[in-house]
T-cell receptor, first 112, second 112 residues
Framework: GENVEQHPSTLSVQEGDSAVIKCTYS??????FPWYKQELGKRPQLIID?????GEKKDQRIAVTLNKTAKHFSLHITETQPEDSAVYFC???????????FGAGTRLFVKA | EAQVTQNPRYLITVTGKKLTVTCSQN?????MSWYRQDPGLGLRQIYY?????VTDKGDVPEGYKVSRKEKRNFPLILESPSPNQTSLYFC???WGEGGEQYFGPGTRLTVT
């Protein structure tokens, strides 16, 4: 079945620096790749997503890139701010249903 | 206000005592799903539903049951809870596959 690996598990950056989180997936049929942010004690919320027919997508300070050949996708956060501190999850969805596999998460700390 | 609600938010129970966690959404979404969140393991899908009376297993369905008799409700049933089902549970809904998932506030379950 589908497996999603996410790295690193913990990331600490200085405010203003960039942060990159990487995920790899195993099922080449996966076609939808969302990223969710979960603040402490809160529910996960979508921050950006990308579909398999697109290589890159950007939304202000956040961007996601997808390499279908290598089966990996990455989240890029530029000019990090303390409020970016949270756990970030990548996920992959297989078409034809609602099966969604999440990565184990990355805890991002942004130091002021 | 568009939302996904779960009840109860916190539950402490004993091994073997049947329980139900309710989930309801008011967005007329067809797709609904249950996840459990455990430290270091991310979000793991338990069951999902693509429409009324249509359900399927996720990655970790053992020990759980679901039903989808109405579009807005998707209860999670633990017929005989065990301590290894102690976890944080999230319900989510979406307009369809490849769409943003809206998560409920979570239910923290402890089985002693």
């Amino acid at each position: 079945g589908e497996n999603v690996e996410q790295h690193p598990s913990t990331l600490s950056v200085q405010e203003g620096d960039s942060a990159v989180i990487k995920c790899t997936y195993s099922d080449s049929a996966s076609n939808y790749f969302p990223w969710y942010k979960q603040e402490l004690g809160k529910r996960p919320q979508l921050i950006i997503d990308i579909r398999s027919n697109v290589g890159e997508k950007k939304d202000q300070r956040i961007a996601v890139t997808l390499n279908k050949t290598a089966k990996h996708f990455s989240l890029h956060i530029t000019e990090t701010q303390p409020e970016d501190s949270a756990v970030y999850f990548c996920a992959a969805s297989i078409p034809g249903g609602f099966k969604t596999i999440f990565g184990a998460g990355t805890r991002l700390f942004v130091k002021a | 206000e568009a939302q996904v609600t779960q009840n109860p938010r916190y539950l402490i129970t004993v091994t073997g005592k049947k329980l139900t966690v309710t989930c309801s959404q008011n967005m007329n979404h067809e797709y609904m799903s249950w996840y459990r969140q455990d430290p270091g393991l991310g979000l793991r899908q338990i069951y999902y539903s693509m429409n009324v009376e249509v359900t399927d297993k996720g990655d970790v369905p053992e020990g759980y049951k679901v039903s989808r008799k109405e579009k807005r409700n998707f209860p999670l049933i633990l017929e005989s809870p065990s301590p290894n089902q102690t976890s944080l549970y999230f319900c989510a809904s979406s307009w369809g596959e490849g769409g943003e998932q809206y998560f409920g506030p979570g239910t923290r379950l402890t089985v002693t």
